[in-house]
């Protein structure tokens, strides 16, 4: 019988076909197929295969006289900037053999090249095949070109991330209406659930067939037949896609294995995914410390402390990061399990006892300490390896967990991961108690701008815990995700909307002037508007970002709109009991697992083409056995647009309670951290993904 291991071990599988062409070459690869392969071993499985080195995939790189074969790996189609750079660097260097992998299939490849019917061979790729050999000049030289779909990354054993689509996200009000106005008067949608595949603009249509496509693959080599379900639009688009796949039509035939797939919009909800309720480790670590260079997942990890060296301004350059992704050691790949799907308090016990194991078994003077865990403790158990080098190389994946957590336990930012908890929970209340703009008036008085006038003291709040520009928009995408749950006004419902629109006018201005007078852009208020410095920010700049911001928040509220019985994740107070936030995929799953096998209509059946269609016309005089989540062993969870290391837990949690024997796998686009979600709801180019078009 299948297991879930089966699937963490397909992306290991698919690198092997690169590592095989690897042999005495230089490898040229793009940051998403980086990515990927950090989590499936990193450079090191490409070196011990035999490559002679690993490069950025640029037109700024090159390879000498004595390097004649090259390896590119891409996550793109073969057209436009990624054939130029390819170009580039074979015309810089004297190549006599080139392999190019790319992570798009072939049939996507056709369409782009404006091929509707279905060809034998790969002629796109045999095409680029002599391109290929005509820049290295010498039409007798050798090239491939092949797809191979190195898409995942095992980031847990419960866990497939697929980096390459880190910018796919459900379809929200601003896009209908960048759809609709390209589309004649009569042919405009009414809602974004009326949004079809083929109104969709080319490069996102192109997008959601290699994400297909790449599914298809993973069950194609466990021999799996899927069973389909969708919950929200865009879910409903990719699980229509993956069911009209040509090749998995044959498939579903023959596969002997069994599994039901559920795809998951993350807009169904967003309140989830900003909060800071989730009381996780991993959520906090990838929030406080700075991202790896390249990568959308991990983490930087600074490991001067295992080391001698003075901090200077030029010592970060000196040391190699530490990061998360410690797929070589058993240990800490068992410490990471824990940190991730365990709650906050029990994932800082388990790097202690696991930093004094360590120490214990390398005989080093560790001294016990019991009660509170503190990043000093912490430190004091990590400094003990700094003289013992062969004790540093054996355990170094633990030590950069440790390091991880201490930095996050110490960091001056983190206290205000419990200022925005409380006031999520006072939010909570107000909601049951007013009406929305009474709510939503809540937030004035914390937009404060940073104080001081003169240089040394410009642009500093006054407490660590004061909320600063990040937080007030991730409160305000909190709270427009809740709108609908807040008290009906006894007012009318026009003057309800103009005290709002004024409301948020001053809103408006005031996150405006707290952005201008930050002193540093963080990396989502440079997203935000467009600009790196405060030097390039103007108060008009600002003010224009902020208002397109309120345009896509007003419809964030609407977003379950369409469902029939899930369409709450708000639970009112009844004077006993406080208000509470219920997560969506605890409703999910409440559903997939209930022991009556009740059917659910927003979890909506894909898979059945003309014989599901048969059976609802049945349905309508006698009864009929629809495909139900729980029917098969096998259960996928895909989240559309991230998952939270707190809903992980939640879905383990609800798996040990209400089915112990499933085998489930979360696969997702990426690891959320609460200020990925402003940057992917706001982003300007979330229609028009780039995909080397």
């Known amino acids: 019988m299948l297991t879930t291991e089966d699937f963490t071990h397909f992306p290991v599988q698919m690198w092997e076909k690169v590592l095989s062409k690897v042999k005495k070459a230089v490898v040229f690869m793009d940051d998403k197929c980086a990515e990927a392969l950090h989590w499936c071993g990193g450079a090191a499985v490409l070196l011990e295969a035999g490559a002679r080195n690993l490069k950025e995939f640029s037109s700024f790189e090159a390879c000498s ?12 189609l073969l057209k436009g900037r990624t054939v130029d750079i390819i170009k580039d660097i074979i015309s810089l260097s004297h190549f006599q053999y080139c392999v190019v992998f790319t992570t798009v299939a072939h049939s996507v490849h056709l369409l782009a090249n404006n091929v509707t019917v279905e060809m034998d061979g790969n002629p796109v790729f045999e095409q680029f095949e002599e391109k290929l050999c005509e820049w290295m000049g010498n039409m007798n030289y050798t090239a491939e070109v092949m797809h191979v779909p190195v ?27 960048s759809i609709n106005a390209k589309r004649p008067e009569k042919k405009r949608f009414g809602s974004v659930v009326d949004i079809d595949m083929h109104s969709l603009p080319v ?54 294995n069994k599994a039901s797939i559920i795809f998951v919009d993350r807009t169904m909800d967003l309140t989830g995914a900003v909060g800071h309720h989730g009381d996780n480790l991993v959520e906090k670590i990838l929030t406080v410390l700075k991202p790896l260079p390249g990568h959308v997942t991990d983490i930087q990890v600074d490991m001067l402390e295992l080391t001698s060296l003075q901090r200077t301004p030029h010592s970060q350059n000196t040391l190699a990061l530490g990061c998360l992704a410690q797929t070589q050691s058993p240990a800490a790949q068992s410490l990471w ?11 800082v016990m388990e790097v202690r006892r696991h930093l004094v194991e360590t120490a214990s078994k390398e005989n080093l003077p560790i001294k016990m300490s019991m009660g509170r865990v503190t990043p000093e403790q912490l430190c004091s158990y990590m400094q003990l390896f700094r003289s013992n080098w062969g004790a540093l190389e054996s355990h170094c994946g633990v030590l950069q967990l440790g390091l ?52 040394t003291t410009s642009g500093l709040r006054s407490g660590e815990d004061e909320c600063g520009p990040d937080e007030l928009i991730l409160l305000l995408v909190y709270l427009y995700s809740l709108a609908d749950e807040a008290q009906p006004s006894d007012r009318d419902a026009e003057e309800e909307e103009e005290e709002l629109e004024k409301l948020e006018r001053e809103l408006i201005g005031a996150l405006t002037l707290v952005i201008t007078r930050e002193i540093k852009l ?10 790196a410095t405060p030097e390039e920010l103007t108060i008009e700049r600002a003010h224009s970002a902020v208002e397109e911001m309120f345009e896509t928040l007003r419809g964030l509220s609407h977003s379950r709109d369409h469902l029939k019985q899930l ?53 309508m005089f006698m009864k009929v056995s629809r495909p139900h989540p729980s029917d098969n062993p096998l259960l996928f969870l895909f989240l559309v647009g991230g998952v939270t290391p707190a809903e992980l837990r939640l879905i383990k949690e609800m798996v040990t309670i209400h089915k112990p024997g499933t085998q489930m796998l979360v696969l997702s686009t990426r690891l959320l951290r609460p200020t990925d979600i402003p940057e992917l709801l706001f982003a300007t180019q979330r229609l028009s993904p780039d995909i080397g078009v």
């Not at 006289?65 to 891409?74: D, L, S, T």
């Not at 399990?337 to 994932?347: R, V």
């Not at 206290?415 to 107000?430: M, N, T, V």
């Not at 927003?602 to 016309?617: A, C, F, P, R, V």
Request: hydrophobic share 40%.
């Open 65 to 76: 006289e004595n390097e004649p074969k090259a390896v590119f790996v891409v996550s793109t």
């Open 151 to 177: 898409v995942f990354a095992p980031v847990s054993q419960q866990l497939l991330l697929a980096p390459m689509f880190a910018h796919l996200f459900p379809l929200l009000i601003p896009d209908l209406d």
């Open 203 to 256: 490069e996102l249509q192109f997008e959601i067939k290699s994400l297909a496509s790449a599914l298809n693959s993973v069950f194609e080599a466990t021999g799996t037949r899927e069973e389909s379900f969708a919950v929200g639009p865009m879910s409903r688009i990719i699980a229509g896609e993956l069911a009209n796949h040509p090749q998995a039509k044959n498939r579903r035939k023959t596969a002997p």
């Open 337 to 347: 399990e824990a940190m991730l799907t365990n709650k906050h308090k029990e994932g």
């Open 404 to 455: 991880a957590t201490a930095q996050t336990l110490r960091h001056p930012s983190l206290p205000r991961w419990d200022s925005c908890l409380a006031f999520e929970r006072l939010l909570l209340q107000a909601l049951g108690d007013s009406d929305f703009p009474a709510v939503l008036r809540q937030l004035l008085p914390l937009m404060k701008p940073c104080t001081g006038e003169d240089s």
């Open 522 to 531: 963080s990396p989502l208020l440079q997203k935000l508007t467009g600009c």
């Open 567 to 619: 369409r709450s994740v708000y639970t009112a107070s009844d004077g006993v009991h406080q208000a509470t936030y219920r997560p969506f995929l605890r409703q999910i799953l409440e559903e997939v697992f209930h022991p009556d096998r009740l059917e659910c209509p927003d979890i909506e059946h894909m898979s059945g083409g003309l014989t599901d269609l048969l059976k609802t016309g049945f349905s």
